[in-house]
């Protein structure tokens, strides 16, 4: 149309803000998208691939001194270092702890991993404590940064 151009050179061209309603209705379809992707069955193969790693583990040797054992044993303390491996998702791969009979590093236990045919333990902030390999049913071997090796046993 030609008048729609006839409008002089003086004049500013002005875009309206978008009305009120308009971010109601963006905010009711975020809403609607939010509500369902939380709702939206999940499928995966991740956490039956988990069983093999979640349970109780019993660390095959410590290197605890006698005394302290104990004293722990008069105090109602169990002197066996077990681990717990869990399947609840945490920052750095899924939760675990250690029990206070544990040598430091496992008692610092906060979560772990598993990849390519390893099992990797790791403290609070996410660093390697130590990584294990499979020897057979139930029994994970490995040598942490001490050099010191690490034997655990699925109880």
């Given at each position: 149309m030609?008048?729609?151009?006839?409008?002089?050179?003086?004049?500013?061209?002005?875009?309206e803000?978008?009305?009120?309603?308009?971010?109601?209705?963006?905010?009711?379809i975020?809403?609607?998208?939010?509500?369902?992707?939380?709702?939206?069955?999940?499928?995966?193969?991740?956490?039956?691939?988990?069983?093999?790693?979640?349970?109780?583990?019993?660390?095959?040797?410590?290197?605890?001194?006698?005394?302290?054992?104990?004293?722990?044993?008069?105090?109602?303390?169990?002197?066996?270092?077990?681990?717990?491996?869990?399947?609840?998702?945490?920052?750095?791969?899924?939760?675990?702890?250690?029990?206070?009979?544990?040598?430091?590093?496992?008692?610092?236990?906060?979560?772990?991993?598993?990849?390519n045919?390893?099992?990797?333990?790791?403290?609070?902030?996410?660093?390697?404590?130590?990584?294990?390999?499979?020897?057979?049913?139930?029994?994970?071997?490995?040598?942490?940064?001490?050099?010191?090796?690490?034997?655990?046993?699925?109880?």
């Amino acid at each position: 149309m030609p008048e729609k151009f006839s409008q002089s050179d003086q004049k500013m061209l002005a875009v309206e803000a978008p009305d009120e309603s308009a971010e109601d209705i963006r905010a009711e379809i975020q809403q609607a998208y939010a509500n369902e992707v939380l709702n939206r069955p999940v499928i995966s193969t991740e956490r039956s691939s988990l069983k093999p790693f979640v349970g109780r583990w019993t660390l095959a040797t410590t290197s605890t001194r006698s005394k302290v054992k104990q004293v722990g044993t008069l105090l109602g303390i169990s002197d066996r270092c077990e681990l717990v491996l869990e399947d609840v998702s945490v920052e750095y791969g899924y939760k675990a702890s250690g029990a206070s009979a544990c040598p430091t590093s496992l008692f610092m236990l906060d979560s772990w991993v598993a990849y390519n045919s390893r099992l990797v333990l790791r403290d609070h902030m996410g660093d390697e404590i130590v990584k294990l390999t499979s020897r057979g049913s139930n029994v994970w071997v490995g040598v942490n940064k001490d050099g010191n090796t690490v034997i655990l046993n699925k109880s």
